[in-house]
């Protein structure tokens, strides 16, 4: 049974170290010149960190199966678009779109049929792909 409407945000994983070593490295820097960027970026990677502990807390990690996966050149990267066929514990499954460089993902767009892990949140459907 594929169930499509109701598709969670994808959450990019980040660890709880390198969520702290950015606390870190932002409250150092924000001294700097350019303190107001770096705070912000700071604040984004923690926001980061937080989502994946919450997904992490809730999720449950599944083989999602690789429905479609291509690679996409353009001028100045070249990166990998991978369907997704995430399933749920109560038996139903949904697809997703998942876009990034990472070697791993590299790797799905040369295999006619292959898996990738990722964390899902059964409730809210929010998902990362494990890297």
Avoid: N
Wanted: glycine share 6%.
């Amino acid at each position: 049974m594929t169930d499509t409407p109701r598709t969670g945000p994808e959450v990019p994983l980040t660890s709880g170290r390198s969520g702290a070593a950015a606390k870190g490295v932002g409250a150092v820097t924000a001294l700097s010149v350019a303190g107001l960027v770096v705070a912000g970026m700071t604040v984004a990677i923690t926001h980061d960190a937080e989502k994946t502990a919450a997904l992490e807390a809730a999720g449950t990690r599944v083989e999602a199966d690789v429905v479609a996966a291509e690679r996409v050149e353009s001028a100045d990267e070249v990166v990998y678009e991978i369907v997704l066929r995430i399933p749920v514990p109560d038996g139903v499954t949904f697809d997703v779109e998942h876009r990034c460089t990472h070697y791993a993902c590299a790797a799905a767009t040369r295999r006619s049929a292959t898996t990738r892990p990722v964390i899902v949140d059964p409730m809210t459907r929010a998902w990362a792909v494990i890297h």
